[in-house]
């Protein structure tokens, strides 16, 4: 067995997470990743169709290009970010209040009801009954099940937060005039802001087109549900990269033997998210006839803003990194860089992420202007952006914190650190070639 990665928590701190939490953490973190595994490999036959080879016809179950393309777009960006991001965040609350969580067995209780949702999508999916894309646009209808299987995803995520406050509140009552940890305070900002955004999807989903693929409804607005679901569409993308700038701002600086620049600008960032993330959705709908020229430069306007926290996230993970780069020995302008623990995958994995997601950045406040955007809208430059982003630095994040996390929560060694640097390496060369 090969000697394990880094961690930022061992087995011989003074509080260990009870086993029935790490078991929560581990089932969530395992549909996860099998949900990934299976939306990889839709996008390697979607690869070969773009190249002239047909692999469809040897997999019965997926009938054609739109139905693997909806697997891998659910799969991926909805179910694996969605049930790693529970596993992960569950973990954070109480491994940094060092209390159980409240109320006890509510997690599982989220488990389940997250796990018959995603089985309904399966299900969906799988039949061909629900060939509508990851954005789930009206007039393309899906089977019930299909929407009501994302209700339950979305309920669940709304539980998260019901245990992160009530573990919160309890940790408070122990704790009185103690200053919140800051790990458990951008938990906290994370599932505030996305309960906030997640409203705009429930209201589509449970309004509209669940009565409507039920047959209550005759029909449904295509631009109101479409923008209902961009009320949500974008922030969702704060879901993602949050859980990642936890691990960035608060466990990847310790993993490089350094330490976080400023508590005070992090804080400040995870606040600023929560209003800043939210009315950003409309510069997806700047070619939408509906939606009036007005709220389309309000929409840019803030989106350019909320560029404003993720610029205050860079400069602090890299003044953090740099840190414990020089505490290495690393000397000159750029010489910490090269001190920086690359070896350890747990921390390169991470490390690779930020150098891509860096493009992705840039190429979102293209997104962003209206003039561009008009340019760069339904080309390969927006599924570009969103491999640079959701693909690159969500995902390559969420596989360097794993190969710390699994180690802690099963008490055992990763298996190979050697594979696991080799796996980050053709990730981030396969992203940054497609």
């Given at each position: 067995?090969?000697?394990?990665t ?7 701190d003074a509080y260990?997470?009870?086993?029935s ?9 395992a ?9 990889v ?8 169709e773009?190249?002239g080879i047909?692999l469809y ?11 693997g ?18 596993g ?7 491994r940094g ?15 389940w009801?997250m ?14 009954q629900?060939?509508?894309l ?9 089977h019930p099940l299909y ?5 339950l995803?979305v ?6 937060l019901?245990i ?10 122990e704790n009185p ?13 994370t ?18 087109l ?7 409804l ?10 209902l ?17 936890i691990?960035w701002?608060?466990?990847l ?9 400023s508590?005070q ?5 995870f606040l ?12 997806h709908?700047?070619?939408?006839p ?8 309000i ?27 020089r ?20 921390v ?7 150098v891509l ?10 997104n962003?202007s209206?003039n561009?955007n ?8 927006v599924v570009?952006?969103?491999h ?6 969500v995902?390559l994040?969420f ?8 180690p ?7 298996y190979?650190p050697g ?16």
């Amino acid at each position: 067995m090969a000697a394990t990665t880094s961690r930022v928590v061992a087995r011989g701190d003074a509080y260990l997470v009870p086993e029935s939490e790490r078991k929560l953490s581990l089932a969530f973190i395992a549909v996860g990743f099998a949900h990934l595994l299976i939306g990889v490999l839709l996008g390697f036959m979607q690869g070969m169709e773009h190249a002239g080879i047909d692999l469809y016809a040897y997999v019965p179950l997926i009938r054609h290009y739109y139905q693997g393309l909806s697997i891998h777009g659910v799969f991926n960006v909805l179910v694996f970010t969605t049930c790693f991001i529970g596993g992960f965040l569950l973990f954070v609350v109480g491994r940094g209040l060092e209390r159980p969580l409240e109320p006890a067995g509510l997690g599982w209780v989220t488990f389940w009801l997250m796990a018959v949702g995603v089985v309904m999508v399966d299900y969906t999916l799988f039949t061909n009954q629900a060939s509508v894309l990851f954005t789930s646009y009206a007039p393309l209808q899906a089977h019930p099940l299909y929407y009501l299987g994302l209700a339950l995803v979305v309920v669940g995520t709304w539980l998260m937060l019901l245990i992160t406050v009530r573990t919160t509140l309890a940790w408070r009552r122990e704790n009185p005039g103690k200053k919140l940890p800051l790990i458990a305070f951008a938990a906290n900002a994370t599932l505030i802001m996305w309960t906030l955004a997640s409203v705009g999807i429930a209201i589509e989903f449970v309004g509209f087109l669940i009565p409507w693929s039920l047959g209550w409804l005759p029909g449904v607005d295509p631009l109101l549900t479409r923008t209902l679901f961009w009320l949500t569409g974008h922030p969702i993308v704060y879901f993602w990269l949050l859980p990642a700038y936890i691990s960035w701002y608060f466990m990847l600086p310790k993993q490089a033997g350094g330490k976080l620049f400023s508590e005070q600008l992090a804080r400040l960032a995870f606040l600023l998210f929560i209003p800043l993330s939210l009315p950003v959705g409309f510069h997806h709908q700047y070619l939408d006839p509906g939606v009036s020229e007005g709220y389309k430069a309000i929409h840019a306007f803030l989106t350019f803003a909320v560029f404003m926290p993720s610029a205050m996230t860079a400069f602090t993970v890299l003044a953090s990194l740099e840190i414990g780069g020089r505490a290495r020995g690393g000397k000159g302008l750029l010489g910490w860089v090269t001190r920086l623990p690359w070896g350890d995958p747990a921390v390169g994995a991470q490390l690779l992420a930020m150098v891509l997601f860096a493009l992705g950045g840039v190429s979102g406040l293209i997104n962003a202007s209206y003039n561009m955007n008009l340019l760069v809208h339904n080309t390969l430059w927006v599924v570009g952006h969103f491999h640079l982003t959701v693909g690159t630095a969500v995902t390559l994040s969420f596989m360097g914190i794993t190969y710390w996390l699994i180690p802690y929560l099963t008490g055992r060694a990763l298996y190979s650190p050697g594979m696991a640097r080799l796996q980050a390496w053709l990730w981030f060369i396969g992203m940054a070639l497609m």
